[in-house]
Structure formats: C-alpha cells, structure tokens
C-alpha cells in the first residue's frame, strides 16, 4: 500500500529495555512528525524532520527519547531504559511538504502501542 | 499559552440526530486548523483544512466552520458508521509543532 507504515503494531517491554518504534511515511514526503497519545488524550507532538534535518525536537520528553531519519525517508524513534509512563500509542505521519513553506495534510500510521511493564 | 480544547468529550446520538462538536483554541496568529477523525486501533485520518475566520467546508454529513475563537464540525443526520473520535488540531506559530485537542467521542446509534 501507498500509506505510511508503522512497526512493530505492539511492543511489550520491560521497565530499563531499550526499544526501537519504526516508520515508513509516504514515498517522496518531505516532512515527518512523531506524535505520543495516551489513551483518551488526542496526540502530543514528540519531533519533526524536514527531509533528514530534525528542526523540531522540544516535545521529546527527555534524554532517554531519541529520534533519527538518516537519509531522509524512514525515521526510527528509540527510548532507553523504558519506563511505565512511557506506555503509549506512538503515532507517525507524513506530510508532502515542508512544513515551514505551507499547512499540509499530515497522512498517519496505525500507530505502534507500547507497553511497558 | 497556545491551547485547543474540544467538547463534549463524548456524545451519543440516535441515527438521523444532528448535532455539534466544538474545538475551542487560544494560538496567536492563526494559521490554520485541521479536522481529523480517528477510529479503535488507527491513525487519525484528514477531513478538514479551515485557513480563516468565516470559511466553511463539507464533505457528505459533516460540515466545518471556522470563527475567530473556535470550530465546530456539524453532523447532519449521522449514520452508525460516523461513530469515531473526533480531533481537531492547529500548528503552533514559530514552530512546527501541531497542538491537538482530546478529542470528540461519537457513538451513534442504529
């Protein structure tokens, strides 16, 4: 399919693992965002990339979050030493451009729900 | 503070019931806000793009308005099928983060 792509779908980890949350956005997307929803909450904006360039990272809840996009297209998001609060649904979306030139649509992925126990 | 707020948290209809769903925000310089629906287990999927104060926009039984303080998303005659999570969203100026409210949860029943 031609839409953005998330995995694992579920991730269950023990409290100090380290994880890796993984996305495949929309072929030629300039823009990439991570978002974190708690159940009943609406997403909470973790990180922006504009190609390979993160220009927006303050939403990243602390040094243990870490995200890349080497090469401009697929972006890892990795959390050390995972806590109980981290459990969540971690959103990916994709938009085609870049998001300081125009509002654009933000295309989403299933999300990867993370427990951690 | 930039904040979006959205009520009800939650709304039951009966079929054919219309109604409304507010997305109440407070963001300097608006410049634009986005409706996205939201069913079990996905991602939030576009509906939506308002730019300005007096704009309107439908798509089958839904329609979105835009004022100066707030939107709203009104269902015409829903179907059980409209039963989702309603979320409204607006970038914040100066940065590129995306400010969503918690959203709307619809149930309409047969």
């Known amino acids: 399919g031609a839409g953005v792509s998330q995995s694992p779908r579920y991730k269950v980890a023990k409290r100090g693992q380290d994880v890796a949350l993984r996305c495949d956005p929309i072929?030629?997307?300039?823009?990439l965002f991570w978002y974190q929803q708690a159940l009943g909450q609406g997403p909470e904006f973790l990180t922006y990339?504009?190609?390979?360039?993160?220009?927006?990272k303050s939403g990243l809840p602390s040094d243990r979050f870490f995200a890349e996009r080497p090469e401009g297209s697929v972006s890892t998001l990795k959390i050390q030493r995972t806590q109980q609060e981290d459990s969540a649904v971690y959103l990916c979306?994709?938009?085609?451009?870049?998001?300081?030139?125009?509002?654009?649509?933000?295309?989403f992925g299933a999300g990867t729900r993370l427990s951690v126990l | 503070e930039d904040q979006v707020t959205q009520s009800p948290e939650a709304l039951r209809l009966q079929e054919g019931e219309s109604s409304s769903l507010n997305c109440s925000y407070t963001v300097s310089g608006l410049r634009g806000l986005f409706w996205y629906r939201q069913d079990p287990g996905k991602g939030p999927e576009f509906l939506f793009t308002l730019y300005s104060a007096g704009e309107e926009k439908e798509k089958e039984r839904l329609k979105a308005t835009l004022t100066k303080k707030e939107s709203f998303l009104h269902i015409t005659a829903p179907k059980p099928e409209d039963s989702a999570t309603y979320l409204c969203?607006?970038?914040?100026?100066?940065?590129?983060?995306?400010?969503f409210g918690t959203g709307t949860r619809l149930k309409v029943l047969a």
């Open positions: 072929s030629g997307h300039v823009s």
């Open positions: 969203a607006v970038p914040t100026s100066g940065t590129y983060k995306y400010i």
């Open positions: 979306a994709s938009s085609l451009l870049g998001s300081g030139r125009a509002l654009d649509i933000q295309y």
């Open positions: 990339f504009q190609n390979e360039a993160q220009l927006d």
